[in-house]
């Protein structure tokens, strides 16, 4: 153990000595080798910090990456047009449509079947029954009585049952009508009424009349004849989903190409993802503010992240034409950092689409290997360089606090031996005075000489 120099003063002044700064100047000694421990934990949490950042930066870009290389990823978005989007709008292009062009004439829309009654008073009682069908359903009887005799409340129970159509009363200048329409569009869809329903106010029967049939669109798709029960057509053209908005004898063009602009978009991310990795490594690369070595300077986990990104920056394997990123409009400059040249990605997409879409997605490829590399250096897996530099890190800093608290813990004990040895040893030294007055009185009783008190 160190040895402390401590001055207590003058044995015979009484005053003593603090006796807790005296534990503080030996403790502070004695808790000199917690130092170290505390400045490798300080080192070791900024690295924790740094490579956090690497981390969520890594996992950035591997996002990024995987709208590339998803199989159902941007490569299989598709856009569409229409040459005139008043006779035949565009709804949606799925990713099984193919790019190419269509042509679309639209003989007839599709309508909805409706009936409507004649003008009948809004609070007349109605009586009799009434039979629904729609199609080739069948044929459901509602039956008048107490709850559903007047139009609204007959419409209303309509609406509440089972009936395939919807009810409503629709009241002008000449009364009110019980109109019904078909809950499906189209032939399929058409309104059979039977039945007798009676105004009992009046005593009239109650008729319907046709307000429009049900009946499919009728459409023409690259020369096939098609009809459609929805003005909302599916399957006509594969993957493909148009609203049919009026007929027209004019052939309607319909355009599928490829989302260029989804794809450029997606790959300047994962470039803009790729240089703040970039600008990670080569902030740890050197100093901060003060002149001192950033917390991953020379660490060799860094080290690694950088050289494998590189590689995989120049690996996968070719797909058809496309065999280097360079073809793709990706440089790589001095610093390290990537470039994209738009207009060059374009011009790849527009003449080998498939293959640039290989080139991602194909296993492999570079978008394939550049996906992989990541997963091993990234903290998205367990086994990824950072995660792994991570848990090293935390495996010693364990150790060392659990060093810290030990000490601590000791220090303690010792604090508290301490505390109470020299309050006891203060006590003596602080009666030393007393002591020695009665060693004079009693001296002076025997000699007669008087001795001065202290």
Do not use: C
Not at 21 to 38: D, M, R
Not at 182 to 200: E, F, K, P
Request: net charge negative.
């Amino acid at each position: 153990m160190a040895t402390v120099g401590l001055s207590f003063g003058s044995p015979t002044s009484g005053a003593g000595f603090d006796v807790a700064s005296t534990v503080t100047s030996i403790l502070a000694t004695q808790s000199g080798v917690e130092t170290a421990w505390k400045s490798q934990l300080s080192t070791l949490q900024t690295q924790d910090t740094a490579f956090t950042s690497l981390g969520t930066d890594l996992a950035t870009l591997s996002t990024s990456l995987s709208s590339l290389t998803s199989f159902d990823g941007l490569f299989a978005s598709k856009e569409g047009s229409s040459s005139n989007p008043d006779v035949l709008s565009l709804s949606s292009a799925s990713t099984t449509a193919v790019a190419g062009s269509h042509t679309v004439v639209v003989n007839s829309l599709a309508t909805t079947s409706s009936k409507y009654t004649g003008s009948i008073t809004a609070t007349d009682t109605l009586s009799g029954t009434l039979s629904i069908q729609v199609g080739s359903g069948t044929a459901k009887t509602i039956t008048i009585g107490s709850g559903n005799n007047t139009l609204a409340t007959l419409a209303s129970a309509i609406n509440q049952g089972s009936y395939g159509v919807t009810a409503s009363v629709i009241t002008d200048a000449n009364g009110s009508r019980l109109s019904l329409v078909s809950s499906t569009s189209g032939a399929a869809g058409s309104i059979t009424l039977g039945g007798a329903l009676t105004d009992s106010t009046t005593s009239s029967a109650i008729n319907f009349t046709t307000g429009q049939p049900g009946a499919d669109a009728s459409l023409t798709v690259d020369g096939l004849d098609t009809t459609s029960a929805s003005n909302t057509v599916t399957g006509a053209i594969s993957g493909v989903t148009f609203q049919l908005l009026a007929a027209s004898t004019t052939p309607v063009q319909v355009q599928i190409t490829n989302d260029n602009s989804s794809i450029e978009t997606a790959v300047q991310s994962v470039v803009t993802a790729y240089n703040a990795v970039v600008a990670d490594i080569k902030t740890q690369e050197g100093k901060d503010s003060t002149g001192a070595a950033e917390p991953l300077f020379g660490n060799p986990t860094l080290s690694l992240i950088q050289t494998r990104l590189s590689q995989a920056l120049s690996g996968g394997a070719a797909s058809g034409s496309i065999a280097t990123i360079d073809q793709i409009g990706l440089s790589i400059g001095q610093d390290g950092t990537l470039t994209l040249d738009t207009s060059a990605l374009d011009t790849a997409l527009n003449s080998h689409f498939s293959d640039v879409e290989g080139f991602f997605e194909t296993a492999g490829s570079w978008g394939q290997t550049l996906t992989t590399t990541l997963n091993q250096l990234g903290s998205s897996s367990t086994q990824g360089a950072v995660s792994l530099a991570l848990a090293q890190n935390s495996t010693v800093e364990t150790s060392l606090n659990t060093d810290v608290s030990n000490e601590d813990a000791l220090l303690a004990t010792e604090k508290t031996t301490l505390t109470a040895e020299l309050n006891t040893a203060n006590e003596t030294l602080q009666s030393i005075p007393a002591q020695l007055n009665e060693q004079n009185i009693l001296y002076s009783s025997l000699t007669g000489y008087v001795a001065s008190t202290l």
